[in-house]
Every structure is written in C-alpha cells, then in structure tokens.
C-alpha cells in the first residue's frame, strides 16, 4: 500500500447520515470477521480540499458523549488517511468535535429506513451483519442507522503476508426489511485457488441466532 503523509485540517458540516465503522477480514469462504471499531459520520459542508459531500470517522466515546443526530452541525478537526485502500471515511482522528446548530429533527416515520439514534457497537457485534446490494447504500438505506460500509483485508496469500483491500457494503437490520437486497454474490480469491462467491450462507449463518423481524 502506498503511504500517504497525514494532514491535519478543520471542517464544518451538517451530518446527512451516521453508521457504524467496521473492518472486515476475509479468507475465501472459511472466514468473514468483522469488527466494529467506531462511528463514520456523513456531512454536507466544508473541509480544506472539498465544499459538499465527505465523511469523518469517529470513536465510540466521542458518539456516546456527543450524541450525534442526523441534522446536526458540527465543526471539529480531523486528519487525512495515511492508508486509502483500509479507511473509507475521506478523514480520521477527529477532534474538538462541537455542534453549533441542528437543522430540526429528522421525520423518522415508520421504518424503513431506521432513522434513530445510533446504537452501541455491541448491539451492532451481537445482530452481526448480512452483505448489502451497493445500489441499496448509496440509495433508500443510505441514512438508515444499519447501514455500513467495511474496509476489508482479503488474505491473499499467507505464505508472503500479501492482501487485497477493498470496500464492501452490508445490513446490520431485521431480516424482514421490504428495502433489503443482497444484490450479486462477492467474489473472494487466494493465489492459486482461484475465485469463490460469498452467495449469501454466511450472511445466514451469521444471524441464524435473529429472529426475522428482529
């Protein structure tokens, strides 16, 4: 990977959605870890090298101790990623994190999508997540708080420690979602093995402890 010298910087913006922040690891079809290590927050506004949309990653203490909602205004600091291919959020480390308006309460209606405030990474741990169609993200579950989008590390070859990196899109929500699509099945390769397809049973496999509306 190539690496990129950190920069530090100051934004402003208004928050357009907030999801957890997870990694993935992925070995073919014998593993898929994820881990949830934080909050993105998704903004309209103003950073240094951009004015509309970019995101910001966050911890989980800084979620719980700010209790950040959708219409929120915030300005704060944050750092450039030194590793672009393993961060998907366009700036880390945030900091001085403040609200200084809030834009009214967002209509959360009845659900789809869940529009409510941000779980504990646990709750996120414990439903575990299931692959998400990318047309699905970036559309109707965009703002829904079981949204996600993973960095994630493909074990390539274990002999010489090489991976592939790559961003993936899944659902933490109810199995019962009218909005859920898988959308196509991942390929997964390993030197000399070839390709398989993630098609779905790890997704079931996963959350076979959920009940369907849960």
């Known amino acids: 990977m190539e690496r990129h010298e950190p920069t530090k910087i100051e934004w402003r913006g208004r928050i357009l959605s907030i999801q957890v922040r997870a990694t993935v690891w992925r070995y073919l079809l014998h593993n898929r870890t994820h881990r949830e290590i934080g909050y993105t927050l ?54 001085s994190l403040k609200r200084v308006a809030n834009f009214g309460t967002v209509d959360e209606g009845p659900p789809p999508p869940w529009l409510i405030d941000p779980p504990p990474l646990e709750t996120y741990s414990w439903r575990c997540a299931r692959q998400l169609a990318i047309g699905r993200y970036k559309g109707e579950c965009f703002q829904c708080v079981w949204a996600n989008m993973s960095a994630v590390t493909i074990a390539w070859n274990f002999d010489t420690g090489l991976n592939k990196y790559r961003f993936e899109s899944f659902c933490y929500g109810p199995k019962s979602c009218a909005l859920y699509s898988m959308g196509k099945a991942r390929g997964v390769s390993y030197k000399g093995r070839g390709t398989v397809y993630d098609t779905g049973d790890i997704d079931e496999d996963s959350t076979v402890h959920r009940d369907w509306d849960e």
């Open 42 to 95: 998704f903004f309209h506004g103003d950073a240094p090298d951009r004015t509309g949309y970019f995101s910001v990653a966050i911890s989980e203490k800084q979620q719980q101790n700010g209790q950040f909602r959708i219409n929120d205004a915030l300005t704060g600091t944050a750092w450039t990623k030194m590793y672009r291919e393993t961060e998907y959020a366009d700036y880390y480390r945030a900091g």
